[in-house]
């Protein structure tokens, strides 16, 4: 358990409407990720963090935006959800520096867009 | 951009029997290979992992996996699959020149029949 939780765990909004989705970690991990997850997709990044202030792009961040004002907390946000983006998303963190590379995940948010 | 290849998606077996789960990655650099389960309605977690050293990699649960640098493949075993193996399975890749970053392949959804 890698302290990771996620906020909402469930949402149901309308189209149009903006969203943000929480993720806060206990560890003090500098590398935080976003993902989306659909049948037939696997996981695909959408932004990462490697510190406070300091994100970047993943391969599916169009309609994305994330902050990083501290340590514990990444938001991502959908500034105006569509369909498409209805999705599970999953927050993880990185162990990279400290002589293991493997991703940790949070329990994930179930976002639909009617 | 990496990519991983899970050559199935979907894989019946019958309990005790052997199962092994296929998958291949492209690269030209030294990598970092890795196996996730994901239960029904639960986040990703961690079988097991191939950082350097011994191709032959054991995991949680009695799962182990196998690199072949030659093939470019890090398949998935285990001799006598159980019902509670039932799951989804993810096999992910990083590499050393971005370590932080992973790629997914598309998953295995793996169906142990009594």
């Known amino acids: 358990d890698a302290g990771i939780t996620q906020s909402p765990r469930h949402k149901v909004t309308e189209t149009g409407t903006p969203v943000t989705l929480r993720c806060h970690q206990t560890e003090n991990h500098r590398y935080m990720y976003w993902y989306r997850q659909d049948p037939g997709h696997g996981l695909r990044l959408i932004h990462y963090s490697y510190g406070v202030k300091d994100t970047d792009k993943g391969e599916v961040s169009d309609g994305y935006s994330v902050s990083r004002s501290k340590t514990e907390d990444f938001l991502l946000t959908l500034e105006s959800a569509t369909s498409s983006q209805t999705s599970v998303y999953f927050c993880?963190?990185?162990?990279?520096?400290?002589?293991?590379?493997?991703?940790?995940f949070g329990p994930g948010t179930r976002l639909t867009v009617t | 951009a990496q990519s991983v290849t899970q050559l199935d998606s979907q894989v019946p077996v019958f309990e005790e029997a052997p199962v092994e789960l296929r998958c291949n990655y492209s690269s030209s650099v030294s990598v970092y290979l890795f196996w996730y389960v994901q239960y029904p309605n639960q986040g990703l977690q961690l079988l097991l992992k191939y950082l350097s050293g011994s191709t032959l990699v054991k995991g949680i649960n009695g799962f182990e996996a196998e690199f072949n640098k030659s093939q470019t493949s890090f398949h998935l075993r285990k001799p006598s699959v159980h019902i509670s193996d039932t799951a989804e399975y993810f096999c992910a890749v990083s590499t050393t020149n971005t370590g932080n970053q992973f790629y997914f392949g598309t998953g295995t959804s793996l169906t142990v029949i009594p």
């Open positions: 993880a963190i990185s162990l990279t520096g400290k002589g293991s590379y493997e991703q940790y």
